[in-house]
Every structure is written in C-alpha cells, then in structure tokens.
C-alpha cells in the first residue's frame, strides 16, 4: 500500500514580489519562517503566478484553468460594467463571479475525504456589503469550502472598521494580534485527527502600505539604500509580519504534530507592486506580463518526500496546483490546463514534458490616471507604468509577448536574460512568427476574449 495522502496547508501571499524574500536574495527583508519553511523543503526559481493581476490569478489556482479559459482576465469589481477609458482599444466587460459550474481545490479534496476550510481573501466574486465582502451567492461555502473567515486580520484593510487601531502601535519586539491567523490556528486544531485542506489566504502585502510595527519600520529605515522612498521602511515591516504569520502556522503544525504528514505550498498571487518594492533583476511587476509581474516566490515542503535544502529550476504554474493535489490525495478531476508536478515534489532534478505557458491580459492599467503614466515598463523604477492589452506565451527558454494595439511583438530568451532587456524579435523572426502563431492558436482553443477596436 502506498503512503497515505498528506494533508495540504496552501498560503497565498499577495503582491509579494519573486525577490521579497531573503532566501530568493533580498538584500535586507528578514523573513526567518519563510527561509525555514525553504531550507526543510524546496524553492522554486521559475514559479509563475497564472496572471498579473490578483482576481484572475485566484480564479485559475483554484480551478487549474488559465485566466484566458475562464474568461476571468482582471478584478473582479462591486457592480457590472467596463473600463471606458477611450483608448484605441475596448476592453471585455468585467468579469464579477467564478462560475458555480467551475470545480475549486475544495470540490476536488472534498470527495477525497478532506476537510476544507478557506481563510481570508477570496476575490473572485463580486464585493457583498463593502470590499472584498465574501458573496452569498458565489463566496467559498458555495464552491466547495465547509468552514472559514473573510476576516482581515492585522492588515490595514481592517482600518475601516476599527479606525482606532492604526494609530494603536505595537510594543517594541511584537506583532498586533491577527485574528485571520488565529482563525486558521483553530482550523488546524479542530481537523487535527482528520485529512484537511487549509487555504490561508493572506492579505499581507497588499496595499494601503501600513506598519503598526514602528520599531520595525526604525529597524528597516536604516538599512534602505541612499535615496529610497521612506515607504519602503513600511512595506518592508509587512513583509516581515507576513513572514511571522506563516511562521505561526509552521509552529502550530509542529505543536500540533501535524508537520510530518502535511505538504504546505506557500506563493504569491503576482508581482510586487511597482510603487513599493524592486523586482530586481526581473524587468516590470504587477499589472503586466514581463517577469516582474508573473514570476513569484514558490516553496513547498512535504517532510519524507520532498527533500530538504533543494531548488528546482523547472518552469511551474499557479494552474498545477490543483492536479498536483489531486494526484497527491487520489481524488478524482476533470480537464485543467496545469499539469501535476508531484514528480518534482521529489526529485528536484526531474523535468516535465516541455510545454507552453499562456498569458492573456486584454486590459488597460491603471484604470485613473491612465494617460499621466510614463509608457515604458522598466525594471525597479517604483513608478506604475502604463499596461496595454497583452499576452504572453513561455515555451523552453524562450517567451513571446505580444502587444495587441499595434500587433507588436517581443521575443526574450528568459535563460540568457531573465531581465527581458534584450528583444530578438528582429533577429529571429522565424522563431517569434511560430510562437506568435501558438499563443493565437491557445487563446483561440481556450475561447479567449480580446480588446476589440473601440467605436468612434
């Protein structure tokens, strides 16, 4: 007989940029449980978020489905309607729901025998009773999750409603109490002596970028370099109460004993958000398809089969999650765009059947502001720039994008540089028309929508 299935701790972190954390090379972000949770299982160097952007890269994890297939391409918004922002082109209509008809994580594990339970943010349904408010109708109790909490924790979103707590500071050395956490904590508890599924879905490090931690933003202060917007001694200070959190999950899991028979996968929805962190040395961030903006933390441990201390350099994808669980917990899943990567779960030398990797973004950003934003999509420019219709396609080493407006193409060999700086669409033409005749014939096969030419 073969081993019985793990239990699954999934953590989304969101806007967490690739190069956040210190065991992915940041120079001073202090993020011990993240580095741990690496150092006892694998990091991975070319993980890929399904899109830029944080509601359709939610929606394609939890199905196994690109963003492009679901027709789920941006956020998801509190009412109908578009963006009318009278550029060449018009985008598809807002996308408010995931569609109950589509199968989550929970209603693949579930059959399985594994309890479900989602906590925190879940934005792929339209907001209900303020933002990011769960639906009643499309929220996780009804697609497939039996338990959990929207609640926000210590992140200042939940500043709305308790305004006094902003301007409550930590004690020096301490973290404000997050009750999102310590929900999940309970879950844990309550499942110990059954298989469970926890999705913890931290709202850290998304803005408005907010530290209780004042000796924490003192401590990062003094290690910015010359010349840094002070903003980033804050958002510096969430990175490291992100980490604390994941490191309260790890400590409960050890307390509870539940550590050896429990995989947990810990990434980011997309990229960091350009105003607050570097994605050095990849080029753009969220909001668009050059690698700043898709390519993120991913690091998994499973004690006894994954082994310690290792990294993968193979291409993955948010989309695989889901037949990597289900292959994992001998459950049962119908037709998804990931594949299962169980294999380089345990050996991180194994390699997958090379295929490609779609993106497809058909809308403007940002949505106010449009025309006052520089143009052009650097690298570490802490400046949010303008984003066009586009999509991607990642097939080896090499990577396409195409820029719908004015039919554009860029080529990039992601090996030689993974800064996307040096275009060889010119140079190799024949290379780039056959990529750009297999990203249009995916997104065709998908049923993608496109910007379409805007009325006069």
């Known amino acids: 007989m073969g081993a019985a299935p793990p239990n699954i701790v999934f953590i989304l972190s969101d806007d ?9 090379g940041h120079p001073y972000h202090h993020t011990p449980n993240l580095d741990r949770l690496a150092s006892q299982g694998m990091r991975f160097t070319q993980a890929y978020a399904p899109a830029p952007i944080c509601s359709a890269s939610r929606a394609a994890i939890l199905t196994g489905k690109t963003p492009a297939r679901l027709n789920f391409e941006f956020v998801t918004k509190d009412k109908p309607g578009g963006q009318n922002l009278k550029q060449p082109l018009e985008s598809p209509p807002y996308t408010l729901n995931l569609p109950l008809k589509e199968t989550t994580l929970a209603e693949v594990l579930a059959p399985a025998g594994y309890a479900t339970g989602f906590y925190g943010k879940w934005h792929v349904s339209q ?3 303020g ?3 769960w639906s009643p109708t499309h929220g996780p109790l009804q697609q497939g999750f039996a338990e959990g909490t929207g609640e926000f924790g210590s992140h200042p979103y939940g500043y709305k409603a308790q305004p006094e707590l902003k301007n409550t500071p930590a004690a020096d050395g301490t973290f404000p109490e997050d009750a999102l956490t310590d929900a999940a904590l309970d879950y844990l508890k309550k499942h110990r002596d059954e298989r469970f599924f926890l999705y913890l879905s931290q709202y850290f490090v998304h803005d408005p970028v907010h530290s209780r931690c004042q000796w924490l933003i003192e401590k990062y202060r003094a290690k910015l370099p010359p010349g840094s917007l002070d903003i980033r001694a804050s958002y510096a200070a969430m990175v490291e109460t992100l980490d604390r959190l994941v490191g309260r999950v790890l400590d409960e899991l050890d307390a509870l004993k539940l550590a050896d028979n429990t995989l947990v996968v810990f990434m980011s929805d997309n990229g960091g958000h350009p105003n607050y962190t570097a994605n050095t040395p990849l080029r753009g961030s969220k909001w668009n398809l050059y690698e700043g903006g898709i390519r993120v933390p991913f ?23 889901l037949p990597t669980f289900a292959e994992l917990a001998s459950a049962q899943t119908g037709a998804v765009d990931g594949v299962s990567i169980a294999s380089l779960l345990r050996d991180p030398a194994s390699k ?6 779609l993106w497809h973004f058909p809308y403007y950003h940002p949505e106010k502001g449009f025309a006052k934003a520089p143009s052009h999509i650097g690298t570490s420019d802490f400046v949010t720039s303008q984003t066009r219709p586009h999509s991607a396609l990642r097939l080896g080493r090499h990577k396409l994008l195409h820029f719908d407006e004015d039919d554009r193409d860029e080529l990039y060999d992601l090996e030689a540089d993974p800064g996307e700086a040096a275009n060889l669409s010119t140079s190799r033409p024949e ?18 929508r496109f910007a379409t030419p805007s009325k006069p």
């Not at 967490?16 to 992915?24: H, K, N, Q, R, V």
């Not at 056959?434 to 014939?441: A, G, I, K, T, V």
Request: aromatic content about 8%; charged content about 15%.
């Open 16 to 24: 967490l940029a690739w190069s956040d954390l210190a065991c992915y």
């Open 127 to 129: 907001h209900h009773n």
């Open 131 to 133: 933002y990011l408010g």
């Open 299 to 321: 690091i998994v441990r499973w004690p006894g089969h994954t082994p310690a201390g290792t990294v993968c350099n193979e291409p993955v994808h948010g989309c695989d999650l």
């Open 352 to 357: 997958l059947p090379e295929r490609p990797l």
């Open 431 to 448: 290379l780039t028309a056959q990529l750009r005749e297999r990203l249009f014939s995916m997104l065709k096969a998908c049923g993608a």
